[in-house]
Structures are given as structure tokens and as C-alpha cells.
């Protein structure tokens, strides 16, 4: 071999060891990139009120007062919709704790209870569901699955139901807003006001309707 062969093979040599010294470095620069998962997600927060009360729910990180979300106004016995976000450790652990804050309409103050965080069902990370229930405990529960799924980790399967004793309660407030309704239009048509045919003969069926709808309340009263 010639001293000209010689360098030659000694150049090609050098450039390999670099270009594999360049592939090795930046694999493992690749590799470290993507190894380190995250730590906390951020989440939806959903509500669920199961008491015949109106409620205010927001959760808040006990560890980051500025970790905090939620907020919707729930009517009695009623889901909310979805709020953005809230922080949640990726996995769980022993020991989360979230705090939720709770306002009762028409009570002014914030109440707060500190709640245990149960596992997520099958290891998956969801929203983060807050709860308020009839006997005044607070809930929180990281879930990918909503109330009706059978892996639900939450204290109640499944959406809130009225009690019998809420729904007669909405039941008589229809009633009496039907009632006054129909006192109202019934009087419109002796009140002296001057009123075309066609008008007149709207009235009565606006009036006919209303009867309707108080007749069908009441029957629902008898099965109740």
C-alpha cells in the first residue's frame, strides 16, 4: 500500500468515527428529551350538585393557592359544564388532597373542606369532578369516566336524582306561575280594552293552552 493509499484510508477512518461519534450523541440527546414525562397534567373541572340546594364549587390546590378552577353555579340536583384547568399530579399518589370551596345559595360565605383524592379508576388521569352531596360532605375525584360509567370512583353512581319532595316543590312554583297566567289573560278579555276579532280569538286560545299545561301539572301531582 502506498503512503497516498495510506492517508487516504486514514481520512476516510477519522470521518466515519465522527459521523458516528455525531449519530451516538445526538440519539442519546434524543433520548433524554423524550424520557422525562410530565409531571402534572391540567384538566377540566366539572361539578355535580346532589342536594336540593344551589351551589357554587371551585377546587384549589392546598400546596398553590394560585392553582385553582372551577366556579360554575349549579341549580339543585344538577350537573355543570366543563372549566379550564386545573393541575393534577400525572399519577396519583398516596395522600393527594385537594381543598373544595363550596358557597350554598343564599348563604354569602365560602365554606372549604379538605378532601382525599381516591386512585384514578385504572391508573388514567381525567378531569378533575367535584361534588356536593345531602349530607354536606364535599367530594373530589380524578376521573376519565363520567358518573354512569361502572368505573366511576366517585361516592354515587351515576347524575343526580330530585328527591319527591324537591320535585312537588318545583311543581307547586309551576303551578302557581301558570295560575297567575292565566288570572292575568283571563282578565284581559273583560278589561274594557278594545281588541279586534283576530286578537280576541288569540287570547282564548293563549287562555285554552295555559289550561293545558296547569290541567297536565296536576295530573302529574296524582302519580306523584
Given amino acids: 500500500m502506498t503512503g497516498e493509499s495510506k492517508i487516504v484510508n486514514l ?30 397534567l391540567g384538566v377540566a373541572v366539572y361539578s355535580i350538585n346532589y342536594t336540593g340546594k344551589e351551589v357554587s364549587l371551585i377546587v384549589v390546590d392546598p400546596n398553590n393557592k394560585n392553582n385553582s378552577g372551577g366556579g360554575d353555579a349549579l341549580n339543585p340536583y344538577s350537573s355543570g359544564g366543563t372549566i379550564c384547568c386545573f393541575a393534577i399530579p400525572a399519577k396519583w399518589h398516596p395522600g393527594l ?27 388514567i388521569a381525567g378531569g378533575i369532578w367535584l361534588a356536593m352531596h345531602e349530607d354536606g360532605r364535599a367530594e373530589a ?70 289550561k293545558d299545561r296547569i290541567r297536565l301539572l296536576e295530573e302529574e301531582g296524582d302519580h306523584q
Avoid at 15 to 40: E, R, V, W, Y
Avoid at 176 to 192: C, Q
Wanted: net charge positive; charged share 25%.
Fill in 97 to 123: 388532597q385537594v381543598i373544595v370551596k363550596y358557597n350554598l345559595y343564599p348563604d354569602p360565605i365560602w365554606r372549604e373542606q379538605l378532601v382525599d383524592v381516591p386512585p384514578y379508576p385504572e391508573g
Fill in 11 to 40: 481520512k476516510t477512518t477519522f470521518h466515519i468515527a465522527l459521523l458516528f461519534a455525531g449519530m451516538t450523541a445526538l440519539l442519546a440527546g434524543c433520548a433524554h428529551t423524550q424520557s422525562a414525562p410530565p409531571k402534572d
Fill in 141 to 210: 375525584v380524578v376521573s376519565n369516566f363520567d358518573p354512569t360509567r361502572a368505573e366511576w370512583p366517585g361516592r354515587v353512581k351515576g347524575g343526580p336524582v330530585q328527591s319527591v319532595e324537591y320535585a312537588l316543590k318545583v311543581r307547586r312554583k309551576r303551578l302557581a306561575n301558570e295560575n297567575g297566567m292565566l288570572e292575568t289573560m283571563e282578565k284581559g278579555l273583560v278589561d274594557g280594552t278594545k281588541r279586534t276579532p283576530e286578537q280576541i280569538e288569540r287570547l282564548r286560545s293563549s287562555i285554552q293552552y295555559v
